[in-house]
């Protein structure tokens, strides 16, 4: 029996850092469906409501500036378990939150973790895929 090629063995890691990111993008763009039901529940004003909308990526963009400094000293796969781990506990907040503060920072605190989620899930994969491969890693 021979051994997996190379590229057989990066296939479910590809696939597995791909599911980080469709859940990131799912989660960013969850909250525009729910404009209707959240502004009449809560109570908010469309002013508020884009506050929410807009909470998530400025905090993502701010950590992805802040996570420059310090970001690659750390060990990237655990780095990778804990962003997500907190990327999935902000969320779940998200979902109990029952006011419109609570979930204004659940959403900040969501957006901080995939900003860095993010710019671990690009440079994971092109550390953890040979040379050889070229740009095949990030290539759509």
């Known amino acids: 029996m021979s051994a997996p090629s190379p590229a057989a063995r990066e296939r479910p890691l590809l696939w597995l850092l791909a599911a980080v990111q ?19 529940r809560l109570g908010l004003s469309a002013t508020r409501f884009g506050a929410l909308v807009s909470a998530y990526t400025l905090a993502s963009a701010a950590m992805g500036v802040l996570g420059v400094f310090w970001l690659d000293r750390l060990e990237r796969k655990r780095t990778l ?26 959403r900040t605190v969501a957006g901080a973790c995939a900003g860095l989620m993010g710019a671990v899930v690009i440079t994971s994969s092109a550390t953890w895929c040979p040379r050889s491969a070229g740009a095949r890693p990030s290539a759509p």
Not at 91 to 103: E, F
Request: include cysteine; proline fraction near 4%.
């Open 81 to 106: 378990l804990l962003l997500y781990a907190g990327f999935i506990a902000a969320t779940l907040l998200c979902g109990a939150a029952t006011g419109a503060s609570g979930l204004l920072i659940a």
């Open 22 to 40: 469709f859940t990131h993008v799912v989660d960013f763009m969850m909250l525009m469906p729910l404009g209707p039901l959240l502004m009449q």
